[in-house]
């Protein structure tokens, strides 16, 4: 009987690491991640005194920092176990707080808030107390303070200093909901009787809140009182919006409303003074510009436009129109520049005096479901997402040098041809098409490939292989784009298609089905015309496992196929032999959604379900491997990872549209 040779897997990482490496002296470092999706409000602000601009944003459960000139300049914070909802810096920009959605590990649903310090990069408190998650977070003008807005429609203050829960606003009614914070004036600042004026915008109405210390009671209390608007009836009279956004002029509040204008009130009489309309779908984000005395807004149509005014006279200085909805806008320290965050996945750098724009990073707004890099060269790579398009990077600046889309369907998977520069992309309508990249041009399609999504792709010289859904794999002719051969041996949904290394006709792969095959081009089994059914070499199975999930294969030794199966375990299949020869027991028993092999042969990466990748070394001759490095970065599952050609970057993609890019140092 065959003796199959084990070995370990990893080890689990923490839940939660908060930053830094997650190994020391891990071969893996962390380059560059793409993925803020601007679905939140008020999840980008720049850092308001650094030198050059620093961006602060969130990419789901991680929070970001990035300099604005230097692409390859980033710094990861990790502490949430949850989407990371509302970010804002103090105004000295020493501390930055983030707060996340509801955690999936409360039963509760709870949302805390991390004070991080923005120097060292290490949390100084965990603030816990909102129901649901957190909408909106504002530090208080001299740092004291932190007021956080929560989905369960309370307001809180806490304490900077210890960390604690000072003060809340309990008189709310049933579905009155707090939605956007704006802290005012500071009275009889240093003395005992210090108070604070802030704003909060709610789905009812707009409330002028007093936080101040009070001396019979010899600690803060917290009041407030409502604006009033025109009209009768109701709780706030007839003039009835809901308030999403706030920005401070002077005296004057200006409250963007979802109803498409602006709310202007007078914050000494607690008056209204009047209103007017900017954009559509509503005015989402507010930004003071302290170097001028404008005021930006942010709507749901995309509308960004700077306004200036009084009481009740206002006009419009410029307006600019940029992609998806604004629902972020933070102004530099010195006020010379805007960021604007989108829903549409863009932040934007916008000139505060005239609006002059540019797009300074753009992202998938929903899962990835592909990556491949080009076999010819190492400076580029190209994604598939759901949100239904295809873009190609360059790995040195991270920009899009190419983006497609096409109507009412999404593409699920991707390879580079052989011939440079172009692109083949499979689509859930289980068609394929192929794309010059440096002529931004569509060259060929094939409209029914398969029935259902295409799962996998490969390209070679030869043929183009495809498979899908159909649990049907089959063999293109680069020339004339014909199916030349047909393989229907699998009854459930091929996971991976995959060209030896060793015979270009040889072709192999592996299904849900628990099974893995092989076979020949060149020798068929039988032949109906133009179509061919090639005969099948090898058949692998592994009756205990559910399901083989991904595969690759040495370039070294026997050129052993590594195969991943659902349940977590690693195997190593010689051609020869029915068993693996090899296998790696994962205790964790999480799936490996992707296997890459480095062109450099003595290493392999694994793309898991619970966001890690796993680097593994392989032995030069010997069908062994066993695990070097793990690194955790995306926020839910990690789809696929691979090496870029020259075998020193790992590009890998997580579900919920980051894309991150390692170093790799060996």
């Not at 407030?224 to 999403?244: H, N």
């Amino acid at each position: 009987m065959q003796q199959i040779l084990t070995g370990s897997g990893r080890t689990p990482m923490a839940a939660t690491p908060q930053s830094g490496s997650e190994i020391e002296n891990s071969p893996l470092e962390l380059e560059h991640v793409i993925g803020f999706s601007g679905e939140s409000p008020n999840t980008a602000v720049l850092h308001p005194t650094s030198i050059p601009l620093v961006a602060i944003f969130s990419v789901g459960k991680l929070l970001v920092t990035s300099n604005c000139e230097d692409p390859h300049d980033q710094h990861i914070l990790r502490g949430h176990d949850a989407s990371i909802s509302a970010v804002d810096v103090s105004p000295t920009g020493s501390m930055v707080a983030s707060g996340q959605t509801a955690s999936s590990r409360s039963k509760e649903g709870n949302g805390f808030i991390i004070i991080w310090d923005y120097h060292t990069r290490v949390a100084r408190h965990r603030l816990e107390g909102h129901l649901k998650g957190v909408y909106s977070l504002k530090f208080s003008p001299d740092e004291r303070w932190l007021a956080s807005v929560g989905v369960d429609g309370r307001t809180y203050i806490w304490d900077m200093q210890s960390g604690e829960r000072s003060g809340s606003i309990k008189d709310v009614i049933d579905n009155e909901k707090a939605l956007g914070l704006q802290w005012g004036a500071i009275h009889e600042a240093g003395t005992r009787r210090q108070a604070y004026d802030f704003y909060v915008t709610y789905n009812t109405g707009v409330r002028a809140c007093k936080w101040g210390f009070e001396i019979k009671s010899m600690q803060y209390q917290l009041s407030s009182a409502l604006f009033q608007v025109p009209g009768s009836g109701g709780k706030l009279g007839g003039f009835v919006r809901t308030y999403a956004s706030a920005a401070l002029l002077g005296e004057n509040l200006l409250c963007g409303t979802m109803s498409n204008d602006v709310v202007v009130f007078n914050t000494a009489s607690m008056l209204y003074k009047t209103n007017f309309t900017i954009g559509g779908a509503g005015i989402l984000s507010l930004t003071y510009v302290a170097n001028d005395g404008t005021v930006v807004v942010g709507c749901g149509d995309g509308t960004v436009a700077k306004i200036t005014g009084s009481e009740r006279d206002w006009r419009t200085l410029n307006v600019v129109q940029l992609s998806g909805g604004v629902t972020s806008l933070s102004t530099s320290g010195d006020g010379c520049e805007i960021l604007a965050a989108t829903n549409a996945g863009c932040l934007y750098r916008l000139v505060s005096s005239d609006l002059t724009t540019t797009l300074y990073m753009a992202s998938h707004t929903e899962g990835v479901t592909d990556v491949a890099v080009p076999p010819d060269r190492s400076d580029q790579f190209a994604t598939a997402s759901k949100d239904g398009s295809v873009r190609v990077w360059n790995l040195s600046e991270y920009t899009i040098v190419f983006k497609t889309t096409v109507n009412r369907v999404c593409p699920t998977a991707l390879t580079y041809a052989v011939v440079p520069n172009q692109l083949v992309v499979g689509w859930n309508d289980g068609s394929m098409r192929c794309f010059d990249v440096e002529r931004k041009t569509e060259l060929w399609v094939v409209p029914t490939a398969h029935r259902g999504a295409v799962t996998s792709l490969y390209s070679s010289r030869m043929f183009h292989l495809s498979s899908g859904e159909d649990g049907v794999a089959r063999v293109w002719s680069t020339a004339q784009r014909e199916c030349i051969a047909m393989l229907q041996n699998h009854n459930k949904p091929v996971t991976c298609v995959l060209g030896d290394n060793t015979c270009e006709t040889i072709i192999h792969t592996c299904s849900l089905d628990k099974t893995a095959m092989a076979f020949d081009l060149a020798q068929n089994a039988r032949q109906d015309g133009n179509m061919k059914t090639p005969k099948r070499l090898t058949y692998k199975t592994d009756p205990e496992c559910s399901g083989f999930a991904s595969m690759g294969q040495r370039t070294t030794g026997e050129h052993e196929l590594i195969i991943a199966t659902v349940d977590g375990s690693i195997q190593f299949y010689d051609i020869d032999y029915q068993q693996p020869v090899f296998r790696i027991n994962d205790t964790t028993r999480v799936q490996s959604n992707s296997i890459s092999v480095s062109t450099a042969a003595s290493a392999f990466v694994t793309a898991q379900q619970d966001g890690t990748i796993v680097v593994y070394t392989m032995h030069p001759t010997k069908p062994e491997a066993a695990p070097l490095t793990q690194a955790s970065c995306h926020s839910n599952s990690c789809v696929k990872a691979v090496w870029t050609t020259d075998g020193k970057q790992v590009v890998s993609v997580g579900s919920d549209g980051d894309v991150c890019v390692w170093n790799y140092f060996m």
